[in-house]
């Protein structure tokens, strides 16, 4: 194989080498940014906070909510955004979790995990000198 080609495979792997475990631990990272709640109850959420109610195998994603000793009442939260006529109440009983969801964290280590495979990346773009 020509001496570029090979410069090429071996810069290409030590990107991948260094870039595998940092976007590893990123997603690692990023699965923090939701958060069973366990309690206590009554409890109120800020208006913005999205609230993921699982019930089997499937989740509701509801604004708004509020949580009492019968049920987990909100808004469901849908494309494009309803008033009031979306509000929705599942009985506790019938929720197997609820898992209060962080977008603003999730969106920040994605970006951060995209940034970083560029720069280690950049460099063996097809184009570009591979060093």
């Known amino acids: 194989m020509p001496y570029r080609v ?8 030590r990107a991948l080498v260094f ?6 631990g990123l997603a690692v990272l990023g699965c923090t940014t939701r958060q069973h709640f ?3 109850y009554p409890a109120t959420f800020p ?9 089997g195998v499937g989740h509701t994603v509801l604004r708004n909510v509020t949580i009492d000793a019968a049920a987990v009442r909100g808004q469901r ?13 599942i009985p506790r009983v019938d929720a197997d979790s609820v898992v209060l969801v962080n977008h603003d964290s999730s969106i920040t280590v994605l ?3 995209a940034f970083l495979a ?5 460099p063996c773009i097809p184009g570009n000198v591979c060093t």
Do not use: K, N, Y
């Open 77 to 89: 939260v849908t494309i494009p955004a309803c008033d009031s006529s979306c509000s929705v109440a």
């Open 118 to 122: 560029f720069l280690v990346l950049h």
């Open 38 to 40: 366990t309690g206590p």
């Open 47 to 55: 208006p913005d906070q999205q609230v993921e109610v699982w019930q």
């Open 111 to 113: 970006g951060i995990a």
């Open 19 to 24: 870039t595998l475990p940092v976007t590893s």
């Open 6 to 13: 090979l410069m090429r495979v071996r810069a290409l792997f």
